[in-house]
């Protein structure tokens, strides 16, 4: 079933198109990854998701509801984290928390919450005291508060350190398995690769792919690179008459062989017959760094 | 009602978590009158201040220092940095209105007001031997359309001012101009006749505060009472009117 129907959505600020024509649906119990560039269009599309901005053309549907008219009944029920919004300063943890469990109709237990997020023992410290993955969870926090059935979640794990991010993601999915269909923006590849179930790859303003963190390698191809430090030269033609090879290159005292299929006993099994040993060896399969710079003919984040 | 309730409980810890908001909205104005009532001569009734001491006659002045920096300093800061930190967006995606929020900041603003004018004119009284305001409804009523014309000023900044330095730098202007128009730097009798009539039409209207505090006869700069108080309560609805209009969230 059917969350969230997106259908050629348009949006503009003056003379700048920041939506042109996004359509995609988001499925109950999916996490859902729109990933693009910075300035892409990502964070427009999902506020008009939420109602906060009024789309130009295009229809909406969340949980049956359009964001335009039932505004009310869908901030019932969908959770919002969004980048750049804080608390005040001097707010406590626990505060905030009972605070935003008034503005629902059915909220969820605040304590189970803090303890879920880990900030069960940082109740009584205030806003500004806390860490950056601690303001960042307790956000989550307050998008699940209303016990919603689908969060938005914008940029969570922008200017966290590598183990918060961890962190954080095993939450997200946490909360994925706990019922909550959830929408995730980011920029970072990794993030998407890890989290998400399917992925709009969002580029100026339209979706240039839409399909599963693999599928979206696949679109570019399985191409291979294997990298090593020969242990005495190597004659170029001796790697390139290999059917798996499609090109040698060198980087210095590095080789690197790209190719398809099984590249990495061919390699190996050519040098192994010429007695060279191959030093520092590693395989880089096509990630979605790769998907998303093809796909989009920019640079990642 | 219960989110607003809720959050005018909240806002009311994080006014009084803040020392800097209790010291100089609610305890400044009685400490600076207390101050100056230490002086002896300032406490003694003199012709030259009118037949009543010094304190007395400047008295509202110190008060309306005091909402000033509530209305003019506290509320248009801690707008625009509700705005611009993006509380006011984050509130936005709940089922509850940031409208609620600042309202509730208002009421907070209002009973800030409220403690310090009580302090003020009790401290006088039980200190310095001010009486009490001889005519306390019309003194309040004064007091809170006076002080509402100044919040409706203070909300217009923070409606208009697109960041928190602009907003902080035309508080402060707004602040100084409203008190040396408003006649507070010195007792009205002391004033130039052009000021006196000029701070009639200023929020908070001290000379309508010490016209019905303690009946002062050369305050009043001519008008009646309640046609400062219309004043006053024109002004509020005007400006809070537009600032309700221009009001942006983000």
């Given at each position: 079933m059917d969350i969230i129907e997106v259908t050629h959505l348009h949006k503009t600020y003056g003379t700048t198109t920041?939506?042109?024509d996004v359509s995609f649906t988001v499925g109950a119990g999916e996490i859902f990854g729109i990933l693009g560039?910075?300035?892409?269009g990502k964070t427009t599309t999902v506020e008009c998701l939420t109602g906060l901005r009024t789309p130009d053309r295009g229809e909406l549907r969340v949980l049956g509801l359009d964001p335009r008219r039932d505004r009310g009944e869908l901030r019932q029920r969908v959770g919002v984290q969004l980048q750049e919004s804080r608390l005040p300063d001097r707010q406590t943890v626990a505060e905030a928390m009972e605070l935003y469990r008034s503005f629902y109709r059915r909220p969820a237990d605040g304590e189970q919450l803090l303890e879920m997020l880990g900030l069960a023992d940082k109740r009584h410290t205030q806003y500004r005291k806390l860490s950056g993955g601690q303001k960042q969870r307790l956000a989550i926090a307050l998008a699940l508060v209303g016990s919603p059935a689908v969060a938005v979640l914008d940029e969570l794990t922008t200017g966290l350190d590598p183990q918060a991010r961890r962190d954080t993601w095993d939450l997200v999915e946490h909360v994925r398995d706990s019922g909550v269909t959830i929408v995730l923006v980011t920029h970072f590849m990794d993030e998407a690769e890890r989290l998400c179930d399917r992925i709009a790859l969002v580029d100026s303003g339209r979706v240039v792919a839409l399909d599963t963190p693999a599928g979206l390698v696949a679109q570019v191809g399985t191409q291979q690179r294997v990298h090593f430090r020969p242990s005495a030269p190597v004659a170029d033609a001796l790697l390139t008459d290999?059917?798996?090879?499609a090109d040698v290159q060198h980087h210095g005292p590095r080789v690197v062989v790209t190719g398809t299929g099984d590249l990495l006993q061919a390699v190996t099994s050519a040098l192994a017959r010429h007695h060279v040993v191959a030093h520092d060896l590693r395989v880089e399969q096509t990630s979605l760094d790769d998907a998303f710079v093809t796909l989009t003919g920019r640079r990642s984040a | 009602m219960t989110a607003l309730h809720r959050l005018t409980v909240a806002e009311t810890r994080l006014f009084l978590r803040d020392p800097v908001s209790v010291i100089f909205g609610v305890l400044f104005p009685t400490a600076l009158l207390l101050g100056l009532g230490a002086i002896p001569a300032l406490r003694e009734p003199a012709d030259e201040f009118g037949g009543v001491s010094f304190v007395e006659a400047w008295a509202p002045a110190a008060l309306a220092l005091g909402l000033g920096i509530i209305a003019l300093q506290q509320i248009p800061v801690a707008m625009a940095t509700y705005r611009e930190r993006g509380v006011l967006r984050r509130m936005s995606t709940?089922?509850?209105?940031?409208g609620a929020m600042l309202a509730s900041q208002l009421l907070v603003a209002l009973g800030a007001a409220v403690v310090a004018g009580l302090l003020v004119v009790l401290s006088a009284w039980a200190v310095l031997g001010v009486p009490l305001p001889q005519q306390p409804l019309l003194f309040a009523a004064v007091f809170v359309v006076g002080f509402g014309a100044l919040l409706a000023v203070g909300t217009l900044i923070a409606a208009v001012a697109a960041t928190l330095r602009l907003a902080t730098g035309l508080a402060t202007l707004a602040y100084v101009v409203a008190m040396f128009a408003g006649g507070v730097f010195l007792p009205q009798f002391l004033l130039p006749d052009a000021l006196v009539r000029l701070s009639a039409y200023v929020p908070p209207g001290v000379p309508t505060l010490l016209d019905t505090w303690s009946?002062?006869?050369?305050?009043?700069?001519?008008?009646p009472v309640m046609l400062q108080v219309a004043i006053m309560a024109v002004l509020a609805v005007a400006v809070g009117g537009a600032a309700a209009k221009l009001f942006r969230w983000e």
């Open positions: 920041a939506v042109d560039p910075n300035g892409a290999l059917p798996e090879v | 709940t089922p509850v209105h940031p009946g002062a006869p050369a305050a009043a700069g001519g008008l």
